[in-house]
């Protein structure tokens, strides 16, 4: 179904799974045509081999050569809308942190975003018209224990994608960043490292306790979205064009606020969890890696 004028061709990279599935469909609902890039075939074969407006291309963007197969795969193909939004997580504290999950966050959320960027721009700015999405996390705005690889990695796609805009200036190519909180996909269960899921799912009851015996307050834990949910709200701002960069999750944007007006208060606030999930890791951690 048809359900706006213009038709436009979108390349969204990290289309196997959660948002950028979800995106996916949400796009080719529309008829628009859609270059869906994972690592995955059979999952973007599973996903999609019945959507004509669907054309896979199985590649990894976290290397500039895997990023260059990604543009070879398009031979040619106009791209009016880049959404790079595959990513991962990591699951370490900063000393367990090894040299090459570090590298290996920065590759796939940051890198390959600017590989694809870079070779597509030029294209944009000679028609003068297009859209550049960067999925970055609320992790690009707030610290969070035990990842410090992957929140390091979405402050740069957050600097990056506020660079580019300031480089747009002037030109009808748009940049954006969306800062999305917890989604329900598959990210949390394949972090590298462990499940980051499992720590939260350790820490969060452990952090009540902890409140309660060190009166401590409890910062409110946001809703989980469904895919779904942030896919309509990227196609938003597909449909707006120039927008601020965008906090899915109700409250997110206070809380980014906050961490640049008073970052030890938005600590203070989270001080119960992050000392459970400092008690769940060392306990888990050490029990798995052999550290007790
Ligand atoms: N879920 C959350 O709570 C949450 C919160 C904030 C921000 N985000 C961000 O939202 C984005 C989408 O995540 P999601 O929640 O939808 O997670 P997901 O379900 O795990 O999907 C991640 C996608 O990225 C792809 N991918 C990973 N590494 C890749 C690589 N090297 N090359 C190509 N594709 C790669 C995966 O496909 P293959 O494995 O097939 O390659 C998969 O399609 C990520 O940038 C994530 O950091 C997620």
Redesign the pocket.
Same mark, same amino acid.
């Given at each position: 179904m048809n359900t706006t004028p213009s038709h436009r061709t979108v390349l969204i990279?990290?289309?196997?799974? #959660?948002?950028?599935?979800a995106l996916t469909r949400a796009c080719t609902h529309r008829g628009w045509t859609v270059y869906a /890039?994972?690592? $995955?075939a059979d $999952?973007?074969h599973e996903l999609f081999s019945q959507d004509s407006h669907v054309h896979a291309i199985t590649?990894?963007?976290?290397t500039e050569s895997?990023c260059q197969q990604v543009v070879d795969a398009l031979n040619g193909a106009t791209v009016d809308i880049l959404v790079n939004?595959?990513? $991962?997580?990591n699951y370490a504290s900063v000393e367990d942190t090894s040299t090459e999950q570090w590298h290996s966050m920065f590759?796939?959320?940051v890198d390959?975003p600017f590989f694809l960027t870079r070779a597509l721009l030029p294209h944009m700015k000679q028609r003068n018209s297009g859209h550049i999405i960067n999925?970055?996390? /609320?992790?690009g705005r707030q610290g969070f224990p035990l990842n410090a690889a992957?929140v390091a990695a979405?402050h740069a796609v957050v600097g990056f994608t506020a660079a580019l805009r300031a480089e747009l200036i002037g030109t009808g190519v748009h940049a954006t960043v969306i800062?999305?909180?917890? *989604?329900?996909?598959?990210? #949390?269960g *394949?972090t590298e490292g462990g499940s980051i899921n499992d720590l939260y799912g350790a820490a969060i009851p452990r952090s009540r306790t902890i409140a309660n015996e060190r009166g401590l307050t409890l910062a409110p834990l946001s809703r989980?979205m469904t895919?779904e949910e942030v896919a309509e709200i990227i196609l938003r701002v597909i449909d707006a064009g120039r927008v601020n960069d965008v906090f899915t999750h109700e409250g997110t944007l206070d809380l980014a606020a906050a961490c640049v007006a008073d970052r030890i208060a938005v600590e203070d606030s989270h001080a119960a969890l992050w000392l459970a999930m400092a008690e769940v890791y060392a306990e888990v951690y050490g029990e798995e890696h052999g550290k007790k």
């Open positions: 990279t990290g289309a196997s799974s #959660g948002i950028g599935a /890039v994972a690592r $995955r $999952r973007l590649a990894d963007i976290s895997g939004n595959a990513g $991962r997580g590759a796939v959320n390959g999925i970055s996390s /609320v992790a992957y979405k800062c999305p909180a917890g *989604v329900l996909t598959e990210w #949390g *394949v989980m895919a």
